[in-house]
């Protein structure tokens, strides 16, 4: 997948970084109680890339691929060890995401101590939903968003409940990544997160964001 930044710079991601564990609300829904004291920072490949109208395979070796609707940020510039007042310079745009987890595979990993990307990095994975400039943001703080399926209504949020900002997690990331023009970063979801079906028909909104829209098919084998 290519991005073509608002100032007409084409770029290919180089890194999907997620956030996890970023709404209390979803914490605790997900069994948890204690929240975190620094971002939790996952990758995807880039191959988990989708376009809006594309599709989220369910692998055939998964039962259980939930939704998460999430706010990316789009890096514009590069930088390593970015002050969080500065961070937002380097945000060229935003967007919608989804993050889909084979949660039966996640699980398992999780019960043996193991690494859990193949639960998190299969191909569809990472639905991205058309940019929109920062410059268009006027607080990337107060922007509610949603997720429906087939209609219905199934996540609903605002940014405004996230445990860490998206000048928090950016200045976070480049300590630990340099970040690059096109690196996404999928901030986390609220609650409500759930099940998905082959036939499915997935939207996300969100204040001021291009609408994102996904079908679900299951594996052809």
């Not at 055939?60 to 390593?80: C, F, L, T, Y």
């Not at 996300?204 to 964001?209: D, E, M, Q, S």
């Amino acid at each position: 997948m290519t991005l073509t930044l608002p100032d007409g710079t084409t770029v290919r991601p180089g890194k999907v970084l997620c956030i996890g564990r970023n709404y209390a609300a979803h914490v605790r829904e997900m069994g948890g109680s204690d929240l975190p004291e620094a971002p939790v920072v996952f990758l995807k490949p880039t191959s988990a890339l989708v376009s809006s109208g594309g599709a989220v395979v369910i692998p055939a070796m998964s039962d259980n691929v939930p939704h998460e609707v999430e706010v990316v940020v789009v890096i514009g510039r590069g930088g390593k060890h970015i002050a969080e007042a500065d961070a937002l310079d380097y945000v060229a745009a935003y967007a919608l995401g989804l993050d889909m987890t084979a949660r039966d595979i996640q699980a398992t990993a999780k019960a043996k101590k193991a690494p859990w990307s193949v639960a998190k990095g299969f191909d569809t994975f990472a639905p991205l939903g058309p940019l929109t400039p920062a410059s268009a943001i006027a607080d990337p703080q107060a922007l509610d968003l949603a997720l429906s399926i087939n209609g219905e209504a199934r996540q609903a949020g605002t940014t405004a409940h996230m445990i860490f900002s998206v000048a928090q997690i950016v200045a976070y990331c480049s300590r630990v990544f340099t970040l690059e023009p096109g690196d996404l970063i999928y901030t986390g979801t609220p609650e409500g997160v759930g099940q998905v079906h082959p036939g499915d028909m997935l939207e996300a909104t969100a204040t001021g964001l291009q609408p994102l829209h996904v079908a679900v098919e299951a594996e052809a084998v």
